[in-house]
């Protein structure tokens, strides 16, 4: 990795583990609370809290950077005025402070002493069982978290998240995938030389065989109204297969793409994850994953495949299209080239509050072939990267 590319890695992780610090220093009830002047209606005192923490990491390490972030976002400008050609690409930073904050609401109000930090009830194995009991599992992929990822010219840098209730970081960056258990979550500051050193490989396997069963079985929100109809309209199966082939419906975002790893340890495997037209900040952070995952046998070859899929009636959320055109589309084309695309900051500009953006996208491993034929029949384009040589 180039130097740059290091130090904004390293500022990604300060921003998810300071929130998380934060976070674990608090007594549980004051997380708790509904806060009155913050974000949006329904924003809780670990919503507001967090992002404040994000924001401030951000802003101590680049004040000219963009910060996408659901409660109080900044608004896109699309170019930044710097540069011999006098128009650069902002960087751009995309935040989900506190993903699966219900959950961890409830998770929370059920512990007696309500006086205890945080730290307390999190990262130690007996309360696993109790999140996954109620929330799904495996924690290490089900858990509340918080996640950053980094954009560099309309391209993925990297991605932390720190998922609460294990208290282990994950990274993924031109440098590797890993995992690290935080030892001491109130005190810690890990940096990437830390994580690449100490830290677990994170590998993302193939489809073993030509199972169709498993290339179809799936996770995606929908959880909420409008989400069913959305998934339909998609034409990746019916609404029986749907019901059949569905491994799991409430999960949360950031993490949803380590479904597709060897963290997953079901006897089957999930063939593909969709972003089922969500919001920016609960896919955005697969991108890196996409870009930086190679097959463990062939470090050529990326082992995961990103597609994006519109409808030619989409539905709306807030008036944002679920499954936009490529017209309108955050992902659109890098000048120049068919094949490689670039997140785009002129099409979110257009948002008075980008964290709102929304889209449909599929990723799944490398040779599930009965995904590859469903992209290619409707027609949905592939979305790739360029590799730095």
Request: charged share 25%.
């Amino acid at each position: 990795m180039q130097g740059y590319q290091v130090a904004y890695t390293n500022a990604t992780i300060n921003a998810v583990v300071a929130a998380n610090r934060y976070l674990l220093q608090t007594p549980i009830g004051d997380v708790l609370q509904k806060v009155q002047t913050y974000g949006k209606d329904d924003t809780i005192d670990v919503d507001a809290r967090t992002e404040i923490s994000v924001r401030e990491e951000v802003d101590r390490f680049d004040k000219r950077a963009l910060l996408i972030t659901e409660e109080k976002s900044a608004r896109v400008m699309p170019w930044s005025p710097e540069g011999v050609s006098g128009f650069n690409l902002p960087v751009i930073f995309v935040a989900d402070p506190t993903d699966r904050s219900s959950p961890l609401k409830k998770f929370l109000s059920a512990i007696p002493n309500q006086n205890l930090p945080v730290s307390a009830v999190v990262g130690k194995s007996k309360m696993y069982a109790l999140w996954e009991r109620d929330f799904g599992g495996p924690a290490v992929i089900t858990g509340a978290c918080s996640a950053v990822t980094c954009l560099m010219n309309g391209q993925p840098i990297c991605t932390a998240i720190v998922n609460y209730i294990t208290q282990q970081l994950f990274v993924a960056c031109a440098a590797g995938i890993r995992l690290l258990k935080l030892k001491d979550s109130t005190q810690e500051n890990p940096t990437l030389d830390r994580v690449l050193r100490e830290g677990k490989k994170v590998e993302f396997p193939v489809i073993a065989d030509r199972n169709v069963e498993q290339m179809r079985r799936f996770v995606t929100f929908l959880g909420k109204e409008g989400y069913k109809e959305s998934f339909l309209q998609s034409k990746l199966m019916s609404e029986d297969e749907m019901r059949k082939r569905l491994y799991y419906d409430l999960p949360g975002g950031p993490l949803r793409v380590l479904y597709l790893s060897d963290l997953f340890t079901d006897a089957q495997p999930i063939g593909f994850i969709l972003a089922n037209g969500e919001k920016i900040g609960e896919w955005i952070h697969w991108l890196s994953c996409v870009h930086f995952a190679l097959l463990e046998h062939d470090q050529s070859e990326p082992a995961l495949k990103l597609f994006e899929i519109f409808h030619d009636n989409p539905r709306m959320k807030e008036g944002i299209s679920m499954a936009p055109s490529s017209a309108y589309s955050p992902l659109s084309l890098l000048p120049g080239s068919d094949d490689f695309y670039l997140v785009d900051s002129v099409r979110l500009s257009c948002h008075d509050n980008p964290s709102k953006v929304r889209a449909t996208l599929l990723v799944a491993p490398r040779r599930n072939q009965e995904v590859r034929r469903l992209m290619e029949q409707h027609g949905f384009r592939r979305i790739r990267f360029p590799r730095e040589e």
